[in-house]
């Protein structure tokens, strides 16, 4: 065995820019790998903060600050996309492996350069044509019709479905993208992981389903309720695209299945994912732990998982504000197979991410029942 | 459904004694249930340190210290029996749910006592008689014969088996027992989680590999290789002790399966065990995740395990002295099924616990072949 094979391995530094949930699992699941995490937040409450010894309060969006907090680091990773890109290109440039690399988050921030990226490579995405501005919108709208802003969209915002010309929204940020209205059967999307040696695995795909008030997930089970070519297919593309990407890290792919059954990319993600929240429970390996080994050029872990699953997020109550508490907990822990993930937040919102439901079942029948018995038991209120 | 029954769930504060390996697992099993934890150990570099933002330096043995320590939080647990029962007991007034109790812990830390609560209850365990100094063992004693000192006792340490009267060793610590040699066919253990709730649960039995340069725990097996009667035997014992004792949390008993196959309690410890690693990888819920519920009143998990699993501990290598760095750790990880869990020690010392290796079969021949493949595969060293 040469020495690239099997290098010894010293525990290393890993920066996480972003503190929130994504980070609170991916240092739950870097534990094992004797990993000294350094976080960077703005928030000095964020999920992050009890659990690692090294939170640094500060702004992800500033490139100084990102400098200066990664420079000493083995290795710079990311919870959310919308962090300076500056910063990482110093990084790397001063010898901090950065993963995912600066260049795919600029190309993720940007989503008119995500969208022509896939259209460039022959990847299946919804027709699509680039705006600069309301007037250039207007000529080129057909109704219905979807706008995205290019940059800064999070968790649906700055995505708008327009039926009519006088729906134009005054408040929409220029440049964008107009895209076809797709006829969408289901919401899929498939989680790769690649390593730095090049490997790429996915984890099986899942269904999303939406809360339309909140435009959040509100619910994905896991195998979908799709034909196992449309699951090969997922995961071809979306080894694809990690591949053309040259991502080193996790990416999350989101599909729509149109009703004529083509299956479109509609965006992606450079990071742990909410649709792959149930990974924790129902792999071997979760969507974190997956990530761990990507950036530090482990092999990566088998992803099948050991039955059907389903997760739930937890959102703060319509109207509820204030410190947290949380009923229902004992009858949902009281149910085999169904656990609860909080994330550490003190304060609930409307509708905010506090934590989410993980439901193992055996079959996709009893994981419908355990869905029903389970939905709304347990509330995040004040 | 009763107010009792759902109770509004309030993350909790949890302080643990103790920051080793097994405060570093609880940690991680105890991040999903929002629970801001807080630590006390001697050593400033303990494992737990880099994952808890309420690291305290301090003595567990010191009664003052653990009660500043825990009197303003929810629950205060131990990861290691040798702490302060003075202090825990003053907690406990103090109206500070202290789990273990207080009392579990003094039997547990007293040899002499646990040995007599098991005969007193009519459990078994070995023939043995209580010694107060060397004259009296030697009066008492008929050989091969092992003498344990009362108190003090750890992973083997203040244990002597004595051949002939001409061993008895110039240094034991008094008073003590002298115990029946027992001709051992397998070492087994079950782990007991017992509710606040009064609820019990096992995890299933395993069997136990010596390392005798170490005396340490080298490799378990589980399901072990034993008779199905056997397993719900010792089942069946381990909720036993746990009622009798009315602990609240873990309890591992140990056993000894004699050659005429007569299953005899050997010890017990209030807490995680090196004997439930595994269930981290092999189970839905660990044996930390069912303290954590245990401790705070919540419904027990399911704790069937998903097929057949193996842990190996990651010793120091035995000259070993220095920064610790690790060799192997590739060609495990390719491996499908074989995991690792280091516990964030920075110095490596001969034979010390520097982590585990988990290993996950379908079948008990699959694990045999996967421990061979494993086995001296990684290695700890400077």
Redesign the interface.
Known sequence: ?TPK???????PTVGILGGGQLG?ML??AG????I??HVLDPDPEASC???????QTGSFKDADTVFEFGKNLDVVTIEIEHVSVDGLKRLAQHGVKVYPQPEVVALIQDKSLQKQFYAQHGLPTSDFVLVNDQDDLLSKATFPIVYKSAKDGYDGKGVQVLKHADQLPETSVFPGLLEELVDIDKELAVIVARSSTGESTTFPMVEMVFNPAANLVEELISPPHVSQQIQELGAKLAIQLAEKLEIVGLLAVEFFLNKKSNLLINEAAPRPHNSGHHTI?AN?VSQFEQHI?AILG??L??TKA?GHAAMLNILGEPTENGP????????L??I??A??????KKQVKPYRKM?HVTL?AHSADELQQKIIQTKNLLKAHA
Chains 1, 2 share one sequence.
Do not use: D, W
């Open positions: 065995m094979q099997n290098p010894t391995y010293h525990a609170q240092i739950q534990i094992p790998y004797g000294q995490f903060q009890p659990i690692c010894a090294h939170f429970k071997a080994r482990l092999p872990g088998n050991f947290a508490q949380y009923s229902g907990v004992n009858p822990l009281g085999e197979g656990f609860f993930h909080l994330y550490g934590g193992l």
